[in-house]
């Protein structure tokens, strides 16, 4: 069994969008095996919420926090729950990314290649630009669907998991502060300030320190096989979806999600640069990847 964990809170419509894609997604392919969806319902999460995750169409099964954890908490306890049934990895799918229709079967072909030690195999692209066919070793983790593999979170991500994390990575936890000490002397290692220490920051730093000491890499694809359409949230809370209800923002978020020039516009938050579409090169791939 492997686990798709999806992290809920406050944000319905684009969850809502969220599902339709991953339903069009699991029907043009799905991952050979058993799949269980385990969501990790924050807090305080609207009734509207509640409603869309009941009518969830897949074998689900639910974790409902009984007090507010905040964001980096409730993923990586998500995360350490989820992994005592996941056999193989868990991929990691947030309320505010859309799959495209082939990312499962981008996410089989990459898993069964031959392409050495990887920590992460990886959607996303910053610059969504190349060969469609072209993944390459890298060492970005983006909280934008990945697969995560056992191995890495057993070998580095687990350990960190603990109150000591949780109690100061606001004020920056002495955990990061002897990571970045250690490794910054090595060129691979990206943190050279005392930015990004949720997490995803976390994460990212694991991700270069596998790397550094175990020559695991980020399987990345040159062009992406996800959309990020998380406009508002905690670090962007100045977004805003147009509507009076519901179903009015619904409509339109479908509009506004196919231009990332009005997503940048609504969002609010001009120092953010991770909003694109679909490429139209997806609608030709012929199901092949390389290494380069």
Known sequence: ????????????????????????????FMLPG???????????????TLDLVEAYPFENRHIIRNQKLGLSIN??????EAFTDADDYLIHLEDDVLLHKTYFQYMNVLFNMDVGKFSILSPFN??????????????????????????????????????????????????VTTLDKNFAEDKRYKYKSAAHNEQAGLINRLVDVA?????MYVMTPKVNRQQHIGYFGKNRPGGTIPGNDFD????????IIKDANMMYKLSKTPQYNDYAVFSPKLEEWDGVLYVK
């Open 1 to 28: 069994m492997n686990i798709i964990l999806r992290p809920v809170f406050n944000r319905p419509e684009m969850l809502q969008l969220s599902f339709e894609y991953e339903i069009a997604a699991r029907e043009h």
């Open 34 to 48: 058993e799949f269980v969806t385990i969501f990790i319902i924050e807090y305080g999460s609207p009734q509207k």
């Open 75 to 80: 993923i990586l306890e998500g995360m350490k």
């Open 126 to 175: 910053q610059n969504d630009d190349g060969n469609v066919n072209e993944v390459y070793k890298g060492h970005h983790y983006a909280a934008l669907a990945p697969l995560i593999t056992k191995k890495f979170f057993m070998d580095y991500i687990i350990h960190c998991i603990n109150p000591s994390y949780y109690e100061n990575f606001n004020t920056r936890s002495n955990f």
């Open 211 to 215: 790397m550094i000491q175990d020559d």
């Open 248 to 255: 009015e923002r619904l409509i339109n978020l479908r509009e």
